[in-house]
Structures are given as structure tokens and as C-alpha cells.
């Protein structure tokens, strides 16, 4: 059976404001863990005025309190903008709130223009080349091994389940070589996915933490009792999507525009139809369809579904249709 997971970028909307998106997010997860999501996840961003986990911890936190059973965690922590004691100090934290339930995904992107990047006093040059050594040096703080010569307080002992996230094929040869997970993004950046899911898997080394790959990906789903409305839903993040590569920064999630997609000049509608191609826009019956055909084609053990929808009800809508498709699917 494939398991199904969320991944929410906690939107803030044109009209709306950090407070009901930070609800919002409370809201969903519980959502997610009536529906029987594995994981519900957020992601780090800076400087993006339409996404509000960028203290991706302090989130968590809220949501973890908010839930009882689901497991909630980041996909992902951006390790070039920290130091490796903090994030052991943050999910050692977190761990020890919420036992069992703890994923730390890991990434070197920054999240961020560089602009923003260097405001974080982070050395741009060098931080995302080391990204390995920290990787480790992050698991030497919660195994507590006396490698670094310092204890995590909290961290060390804690048993965050940590993830390797990944665009492109650096992050899945290094999630092989040190056996853990393996999550792509393909809900944004599907170039690499084929190509790097092959390489995790035959370059796979079994570890203290796997025996075996363990490899999820990511896939948007904007979901609706008819195709006419799943289009409309979609157009949203659709804008968000053109504006982010106008602008660099993005704006607040617009609300939706019908016949949005003939609105726009045909690059920006082949940079849609790159980026947005592992989505399914439509029906119960096409989403489980357009599922089905992509654990097919990836083999994937997990799927990070996404469903960014400016209303709230109708995101949780599209979120529990999505979910009866992958049920139906282990029937």
C-alpha cells in the first residue's frame, strides 16, 4: 500500500493574514489525521509575503499540540541557514513534546533569495557545499556519540525520523549514501524525478535507520465535484506561480480567476505545464486515475500530496477526495 501524506506552505492570502493562516494550518492537520494522512509537513521559506512557516519549529509545534496521532515535521528545514546545534536543539525540543511523531526533512536550498540568505548571516559560498558534513554532524547531536565534543540539551537521544529532501540528483545520491529517505519534490520541480529515484534506489546503502530505500515525491491535487470547479481551484496557484517567477519573492495567494490560463502569454503557460506536471486537476474519478498513473510510474513507497486552494473549505474538500483516491487504490 502507498501511504499519503500532506504538505502545507501555510498560505497567506490576498485578504486574509498570518493568524488565520497559522488557524488554518491547525485546522488542516487535523483534517489530515481524520483522513488518515501518514505525515503533514511544512516547509521552510524567508521573505515570501504568501507563505507564513518560516519559523518552520515553532509551527510544528502548534500543530503538533493541535493533533494527537498524525506525524508532523518539516519537508524542509533549510540546514545551510542554521547551524546543526540549533535544528537539534529545536527537534530535540519538539521530540520530546510530542514522542514518535517528529519528522525532520532536510534541505541545502536556502528558501530564499540571497538577499534574504545573507540577512540570515549564513555564508553563501561554502554553507550549501558542507551540506553533508552537517547532515552528519546533525545526526552525531542525537545519537549523543560524543562526536562534536558537545551535547545537544535537548537533542541528543531524541529520535526525530530524518528525511533527505531533494530537485535534483545531489540530495538523492547523498540520501543513498547515508541509508535514510528519500523525499523529491516533483509537486514543483518534476525535471529530475525519474532520473533521480533510480539513482537513490540502485545507490541505496542499508543503515541503522533502513534496510531498504524508503522514497516519496510530491504531486499536487486541486480537487472537485466537477472539472469546471478543480480548474477554477487551481487558478490560484496557478498566479501564485507566474508572480513567484516575475517577481522572485511571490505575492499573497490571489483568489481564483475563471478562464485564468487564457489570460496568459504561452511562455508562462509552458512554464506551468513544466513545473505543475506532477498535479492532477479535476474529478474524484480523474484525480484517482492521475494517482494511480503516477505510483505506477514512480513506484514511490509515499505520496506528498499538496493541495494549495485560497478558500479553506474547499481546500479541505479537495484534501479528503484526494484521500478517498488513495484508499481506493489499496482496496
Known amino acids: ?21 497559522l488557524a488554518n494550518a491547525a485546522d488542516l492537520a487535523r483534517h489530515a489525521e481524520a483522513e488518515g494522512y501518514t505525515r503533514y509537513w511544512m516547509a521552510e521559506h524567508h521573505g515570501m509575503p504568501g507563505i507564513a512557516s518560516a519559523a518552520t519549529a515553532v509551527v510544528i509545534a502548534h500543530v503538533g499540540a493541535a493533533t494527537s496521532t498524525i506525524r508532523v515535521g518539516a519537508g524542509g528545514i533549510m540546514l545551510p541557514n542554521h547551524a546543526p546545534l540549533v535544528i537539534a536543539e529545536q527537534f530535540g525540543t519538539l521530540d520530546a513534546l510530542f514522542p514518535g511523531r517528529i519528522d525532520l526533512g532536510l534541505g541545502r536550498a536556502p528558501g530564499s533569495d540571497g538577499r534574504v540568505a545573507r540577512a540570515m ?153 513544466h513545473v505543475l506536471s506532477a498535479t492532477s486537476i479535476g474529478t474524484p474519478d480523474k484525480v484517482r486515475d492521475d494517482l494511480a498513473a503516477f505510483i505506477a510510474r514512480t513506484g514511490v513507497d509515499e505520496v506528498m500530496l499538496t493541495s494549495s486552494i485560497y478558500d479553506h473549505a474547499a481546500r479541505k474538500r479537495s484534501i479528503s477526495i484526494a484521500a478517498d483516491a488513495m484508499r481506493h487504490l489499496a482496496a
Open 1 to 21: 500500500m502507498t501511504a499519503y501524506s500532506l504538505l502545507d506552505l501555510v498560505p497567506v492570502t490576498q485578504g486574509g493574514s498570518v493568524s488565520q493562516s
Open 121 to 273: 548571516r549564513r555564508d553563501l559560498q561554502t554553507s550549501s557545499e558542507a551540506f553533508p558534513q552537517e547532515v552528519i554532524e546533525l545526526q552525531s547531536y542525537f545519537a549523543d556519540d560524543g562526536q562534536t565534543g558537545i551535547h545537544a540539551v535537548p537533542g541528543g537521544g531524541a529520535k526525530p525520523e530524518l528525511w533527505i529532501l531533494g530537485s535534483s540528483l545531489f540530495g538523492a545520491q547523498l540520501a543513498a549514501a547515508l541509508g535514510l529517505p528519500y523525499a523529491f519534490a516533483s509537486h514543483f520541480a518534476p525535471g529530475a524525478l525519474d532520473e533521480a529515484l533510480d539513482i537513490y534506489r540502485r545507490q541505496f546503502r542499508p543503515s541503522a535507520v533502513l534496510d531498504r530505500p524508503h522514497a516519496m515525491a510530491g504531486f499536487n491535487v486541486f480537487a472537485a465535484p466537477t472539472q469546471g470547479e478543480a480548474e477554477l481551484l487551481a487558478s490560484s496557484m496557478q498566479q501564485t506561480f507566474v508572480a513567484l517567477r516575475t517577481t522572485g519573492t511571490g505575492i499573497r495567494m490571489p483568489p481564483p480567476v475563471p478562464g485564468y490560463l487564457d489570460t496568459i502569454p504561452p511562455q508562462a503557460r509552458a512554464m506551468l505545464d
